[in-house]
Nanobody
């Protein structure tokens, strides 16, 4: 069992930056694929970025060059640095973990395979 708690969301203007954090607790000695997802009310959940236990990183095309996923294993924390934010980045952002060394599915499957989820943190970007 892993518990995930996100923080760092907020409201920014277009072009601004935010850094989301996801603190993990519980069975953190196992290897996990970690991911960030986002969802707008009434729309499907979208994969944003993922990192597996070997450090392989994947981004959805709309955030490449603007967002950076990273993790601090000593602090058991996953991060998402978001720069050059756009109004279309507005969503609730979720941290998720899959009990697997590698990510079983790509970002385009709405979180399929991820079995632990945080409560979400709201990001609002105004124009």
């Amino acid at each position: 069992q892993v518990q995930l708690v996100e923080s760092g969301g907020g409201s920014v203007q277009s072009g601004g930056s935010l850094r989301l954090s996801c603190a993990a607790s519980g069975d953190t000695d196992s290897r996990y694929c970690m991911g960030w997802f986002r969802q707008v009310s009434g729309k499907e959940r979208e994969g944003v970025a993922s990192i597996d236990s070997d450090g392989e990183i994947t981004y959805t095309s709309s955030v490449k060059g603007r967002f950076t996923i990273s993790q601090d294993n000593a602090k058991k924390t996953l991060y998402l640095q978001m720069n050059s934010l756009k109004p279309e980045d507005t969503a609730t952002y979720y941290c998720a973990a899959e009990s697997s060394r590698w990510c079983s599915y790509g970002l385009g499957y709405g979180g399929l395979g991820y079995n632990y989820w945080g409560q979400g943190t709201q990001v609002t970007v105004s124009s």
